[in-house]
């Protein structure tokens, strides 16, 4: 049997975190990246919903957050199936995260703010990709990315891009930067 010393002791430790933390990032990337691209899908076909039917905008973006949720709890759940990340505690902190997302929201968009529909297709997608930017910091750099890429767009298609056309250029920008943005993540 050999032995080894300390400091070849301390660096199989650190290949070995190493390995690890590029495992767990990994693992999150393929969840991310189905949500974007699943989230990218939804807001894409809302912006060209809304686009059609201006007058539906309201319930268009309803009904694509309210399936929204619902296919993100689906793409959870058959991922922790998939990976074998069975618990037989249901954690409601990423359901109360949803709500409470969507109820600041709500409260400053509607409520204190009074938002144009024009401001309101700035105000959700920016103050989204603030969310992806932060969680970033802990995730990793390709949600920092995303979220600062679309936000950068979203804004410049806000000062630019004028009348109705702007949710065709957010179709493209937000829908298609989710959906480029997960396929992205899939790589890495």
């Not at 699943?38 to 319930?59: K, S």
Request: glycine fraction near 10%; charged fraction near 10%.
């Amino acid at each position: 049997m050999t032995s080894i010393d300390a400091k070849e002791a301390a660096s199989a430790m650190s290949d070995i975190a190493s390995i690890a933390h590029r495992v767990r990032q990994s693992t999150t990337y393929q969840l991310a990246s189905l949500m974007l691209i699943w989230w990218g899908v939804l807001v894409f076909a809302g912006n060209v919903a809304n686009y059609l039917w201006p007058r539906q905008g309201a319930y268009i973006w309803i009904a694509v957050n309210v399936v929204g949720f619902a296919g993100t709890c689906a793409i959870a759940a058959f991922e922790n199936r998939r990976m074998r990340l069975r618990s037989f505690d249901f954690d409601l902190r990423p359901v109360a995260a949803f709500v409470l997302f969507f109820a600041f929201g709500i409260l400053w968009s509607v409520g204190l703010g009074h938002f144009t529909p024009r401001q309101l297709g700035v105000f959700w997608p920016t103050y989204s990709m603030m969310v992806y930017t932060i969680v970033g910091l802990w995730i990793g750099p390709a949600l920092v990315a995303i979220g600062l890429g679309i936000t950068a767009l979203t804004l410049i298609g806000y000062f630019f891009v004028d009348g109705a056309a702007f949710l065709l250029w957010m179709a493209v920008v937000n829908g298609g930067g989710l959906i480029l943005g997960g396929l992205w993540m899939r790589r890495n």
